[in-house]
């Protein structure tokens, strides 16, 4: 399975933000929208950053609450790893776990596509062993 399959069952809608958007703003749209990230995006529609709730709660701790005021470009992670649809669900799953982050972006050719959490991944992978076990039923009973 890849990354392509969970994007056609989930759909591309991603949630983004620009670089000047505060912190108050960001935590009120995951807050309203239950989702654990937003992509920070640049002038030209390219990925400059992510803000997890991870981000959030690391400006909190260092800013107080003055961290509402601060803006995306201020607390975003800068280094986006992103992935390819026709990456398998195993290597993002790799990635993920190897980077300790549940959301990546999906990108071709310069192009955001979807992005994919870990909940979409977890998801993808049971679907998959859910029908290795059904086929590996079927063989050992029509055997």
Same mark, same amino acid.
């Given at each position: 399975?890849?990354?392509?399959?969970?994007?056609?069952?989930?759909?591309?809608?991603?949630?983004?933000?620009?670089?000047?958007?505060?912190?108050?703003?960001?935590?009120?749209?995951?807050?309203?929208?239950?989702?654990?990230?937003?992509?920070?995006?640049?002038?030209?529609?390219?990925?400059? #950053?992510? @803000? *997890?709730?991870? +981000?959030? =709660?690391? &400006?909190?701790?260092?800013?107080?609450?003055?961290?509402? !005021?601060?803006?995306?470009?201020?607390?975003?992670?800068?280094?986006?790893?992103?992935?390819?649809?026709?990456?398998?669900?195993?290597?993002?799953?790799?990635?993920?776990?190897?980077?300790?982050?549940?959301?990546?972006?999906?990108?071709?050719?310069?192009?955001?596509? #979807?992005? @994919? *959490?870990?909940? +979409?991944? =977890?998801? &993808?992978?049971?679907?998959?062993?859910?029908?290795?076990? !059904?086929?590996?039923?079927?063989?050992?009973?029509?055997?």
């Amino acid at each position: 399975m890849f990354v392509s399959d969970i994007l056609s069952q989930k759909g591309g809608l991603v949630f983004t933000v620009t670089m000047a958007t505060t912190v108050a703003q960001i935590a009120q749209q995951l807050g309203t929208r239950r989702i654990g990230s937003v992509l920070v995006m640049t002038d030209t529609d390219t990925v400059a #950053g992510i @803000v *997890s709730e991870r +981000d959030l =709660v690391s &400006a909190m701790s260092t800013h107080g609450a003055a961290a509402l !005021e601060l803006e995306a470009s201020q607390v975003m992670t800068r280094d986006v790893v992103t992935c390819h649809p026709d990456d398998s669900i195993e290597h993002v799953m790799e990635v993920m776990t190897t980077g300790r982050f549940r959301h990546v972006p999906v990108v071709h050719r310069g192009e955001l596509l #979807g992005l @994919v *959490s870990i909940g +979409d991944v =977890v998801k &993808a992978r049971l679907e998959e062993a859910r029908h290795e076990t !059904e086929a590996l039923r079927a063989y050992i009973v029509a055997g």
